[in-house]
């Protein structure tokens, strides 16, 4: 069993920046891919960015390349979503993932989900 605990949410005004932080504990953290998905009202949970276990490899949604960055530090059990330029549409809950599978991409097949934070961007 992996445990994933989400931090680092809150409110930040249009064009601002955030950066929430998923703690993992309970396996080796460096044995898993590690997921950002998010989920906003009445829409259902999307891919947001995926790393490899290394951190060698990261792969985004298209259109958050550029704003959005993954980054992980195994050192820590740790994975960071840093968030940039941010607008209304990135309101939304945002959820760590963890995946045994090495292979196949990053947009699906987790394993554990951590319970996600809040982020809100205001006007």
Not at 12 to 15: E, H, K, L, N, S
């Given at each position: 069993?992996?445990?994933l605990v989400?931090?680092?949410g809150g409110l930040?005004?249009?064009?601002g920046s955030l950066t929430v932080s998923c703690a993992a504990s309970g396996r080796t953290f460096s044995?898993?891919?590690?997921?950002?998905?998010?989920?906003a009202p009445g829409k259902?949970?999307?891919?947001?960015?995926?790393?490899?276990?290394s951190g060698d490899n990261t792969y985004y949604k298209d259109s958050l390349k550029g704003r959005f960055t993954i980054s992980r530090d195994n050192t820590k059990n740790t994975v960071y979503l840093q968030m940039n330029s941010?607008?209304?549409?990135?309101?939304?809950?945002?959820y760590c993932a963890a995946r045994s599978?090495?292979?196949g991409g990053y947009t699906n097949g987790y394993d554990y989900w951590g319970q996600g934070t809040q982020v809100t961007v205001s006007s």
């Open positions: 069993q992996v445990q989400e931090s680092g930040v005004q249009t064009g044995n898993y891919v590690m997921g950002w998905f998010r989920q259902e949970r999307e891919f947001v960015a995926g790393i490899s276990r941010l607008k209304q549409e990135d309101t939304a809950v945002y599978r090495w292979f």
